[in-house]
């Protein structure tokens, strides 16, 4: 068995075996996707470098799934189930969401996991939403019948961004007046984060900074700057994003009804995890009018697993072969 998160940015495989109901992942590796023209390449690469045979495989991507096949968002990728079943003589490749995989591989992660921003109502049963910022916004809503969850997927990030200030009008006018829309996207992720932070620039016409220049990983030197407090509009533009997160946050937890909670996962909640925890995030979240004691009650958590929907590829995966 053979479970796969598939990034904008990277593809991590790896092989699933169970034992006494606990997960076990092997001959994990990571690829970087833009040394590969598409994904049969590192699949390719992958069964050579493990000299092992599989027959079911699982993969988590991101984008929509239609037809168990996916043209992947932010990556120029059409991956295609039968495609790959056809080519490596598989039994059975499942392409499922990659916020969906996050969502089963929720339940099998340990306590020490999770970082709670919020403690709310705990232990209270009912849906879960789950929102993963990073190279794009993921999002997905887990519902409870009363005697089991079962996640779906959404293309949530991909709705249009709403405004809560004169400031953030200001953001949306900045995207629009660029490319003609404004996704919850293009201010919630990573290259958003790059967005806010040269929208503060121009709007204090101030001088891009040289630290801002010289780098290439621009978003996480926002973050370095902004947690340690070196530069005045790097501090300014992680409590923009920061508001903005939250307020996104919260239209989830409001129409999913998210009474179990809301989980933080991707990879930007971890990084700002302290500037998370001063209040800002929960302030915004429930500052919602008629249903801000509802809002308060729900739980809020940081997913700390990086790989948590490779874990749930690999859940699933194993419950195929049941």
């Known amino acids: ?24 992942l092997y001959d994990k590796m990571t690829f970087t996707n833009r040394d590969f023209s598409d994904f049969e390449a590192i ?26 096949q996916v043209k992947t968002t932010n990556l120029p990728w059409h991956i295609k189930g039968s495609t790959i079943e056809k080519k490596f003589s ?11 995989a996050a969502a089963h591989g929720l339940f099998f992660l340990k306590d020490d996991r999770f970082y709670t921003l919020n403690k709310g109502i705990a232990e209270r049963q009912g849906n879960i939403g789950l929102v993963a910022a990073g190279t794009g916004l993921g999002q997905a809503i887990i519902t409870y019948d009363g005697a089991r969850y079962r996640p779906y997927a959404s293309e949530g990030g991909h709705a249009g961004f709403t405004p809560a200030n004169q400031l953030e009008m200001e953001l949306w006018e900045y995207v629009y007046a660029q490319q003609g829309y404004v996704e919850v996207e293009d201010v919630v992720s990573l ?46 533009t992680l409590d923009m994003f920061i508001d903005c997160y939250a307020g996104e946050v919260a239209n989830l937890a409001l129409k999913g009804m998210t009474l179990g909670g809301v989980y933080l996962v991707g990879l930007i ?31 809020i ?5 990086s790989k948590t ?4 590829a690999a859940a699933m995966v194993i419950s195929q072969k049941r």
Do not use: C
């Open 191 to 236: 290259p958003g984060m790059e967005r806010v932070y040269r929208f503060l620039v121009e709007r204090q016409r101030g001088v891009i900074a040289d630290w801002f220049k010289k780098t290439v990983d621009k978003p996480n030197a926002i973050i370095e700057h902004a947690l340690s407090g070196a530069d005045e509009i790097a501090v300014k």
């Open 301 to 305: 958590k940081v997913v700390l697993d």
């Open 43 to 68: 699949l390719s690469l992958y069964l050579k470098r493990i000299r092992g045979t599989t027959e079911t495989v699982v993969l988590g991507v991101a984008g929509p799934v239609l037809d168990n």
């Open 269 to 299: 909640a971890p990084r700002i995890i302290t500037a998370l925890d001063e209040g800002r995030l929960l302030r915004r979240f429930v500052r919602r009018g008629k249903m801000e004691s509802l809002l308060a009650g729900i739980p």
């Open 1 to 24: 068995m053979l479970a796969g998160y598939i990034t904008a940015t990277t593809a991590d495989l790896a092989r699933v075996k169970e034992l006494k109901g606990d997960i076990y």
């Open 90 to 100: 598989l039994k059975q490749v499942r392409l499922v969401n990659d916020l969906v």
């Open 309 to 312: 929907a490779l874990l749930g």
